[in-house]
Structures are given as C-alpha cells and as structure tokens.
C-alpha cells in the first residue's frame, strides 16, 4: 500500500518527502516518524486498511525483523497521516507527536536511528502519555487486625 499526501493537509502528522533533503537521507528522515510509528504498530493504533494490506510487513515489525522507519517508508509510503493511522492515533498524534520529537532529541542525541535500542529508549515516554500519568498510590501498612493506609 503506497499513499501519498495531499499537500497542505491537515490529516499528516509526518512527510519523510519534505524533510529528506535537510536530513541527508531517506535513512535519517524516517528515524524518529519510525519509532514513533513502530509504537503505534505495537498498540493497535494503525487503521484496519494498513493492517490488513500490510499485514507481513506488521508482523515483521512486532518480531524485530524490521524497524518503523523501513515500515514507514514501505508500506506507508513515507507519510504519516490518517490513512495509517487510526482515529484514536491521529488524535495522540496530534496532541504529542511534537514534543515526542523534541524527547528523542533530547535522549538519543545525535545520529537517531531506526534501532531496536533507540525504540526501547523512547517508547516507555509515549507509553505514559497514552495510559495518562500513574497517579501515586499510598502504601498500605500491614498490620494484622486491620488494615490501614
């Protein structure tokens, strides 16, 4: 499945096309939509179209055989946008995909690549964005004729 985006739409979260040339290759330009869009892969935040049509290429993903920028730019075409991404996907995207950009900036450094490691460095970071932050719980003290907290 190849898609291409519109230009000037809304619906795309990321164009590998735009950034290719500032980031000297096609490589370097999918790193970050790639894991970000590895995580979305990893919790069913795809659209059913992109799941069924590429449906190796999904299973090759979750197994580590390929990465998201290879992802992105085979079965996506490059683009991220709502042909890929399912509502509820298009919506976190929306409202973190920028700061996310700005975290793996900011953990990885320089050269980000379309690793494994980088991905298992930055996803915990999405993760608590997605299930909300974990409220602190109080600890419950043990005491045998009751309990208390």
């Known amino acids: 499945m190849t898609v291409t985006a519109p230009e000037g739409s809304d619906a795309v979260i990321d164009d590998i096309g735009r950034r290719v040339a500032e980031a000297g290759s096609i490589e370097r330009a999918a790193a ?3 894991l970000f869009l590895a995580w ?9 179209a992109v799941a ?8 090759r993903l979750k197994v580590r055989e390929i990465g998201g ?17 399912s509502p509820v996907g298009m919506d976190f995207a ?12 900011d953990v990885l450094l320089a050269p980000i690549e379309d690793k494994w490691t980088h991905y298992d460095r930055v996803a915990p970071w999405l ?12 600890k ?4 045998p004729w009751k309990w208390r907290r």
Do not use: S
């Open 69 to 85: 920028g290879e992802f992105l730019v085979a079965a996506c075409g490059g683009v991220l946008d709502d042909r890929v991404l």
């Open 94 to 105: 929306r409202r973190h995909y920028g700061a996310f950009k700005d975290h793996v900036r």
């Open 40 to 48: 979305c892969v990893n919790l069913g935040l795809i659209t059913e």
């Open 52 to 59: 069924r049509d590429e449906a190796r290429a999904v299973v």
């Open 140 to 143: 419950l003290e043990w005491r």
């Open 127 to 138: 993760t608590a964005r997605y299930m909300g932050r974990p409220r602190r719980r109080r």
């Open 32 to 34: 970050v939509p790639g």
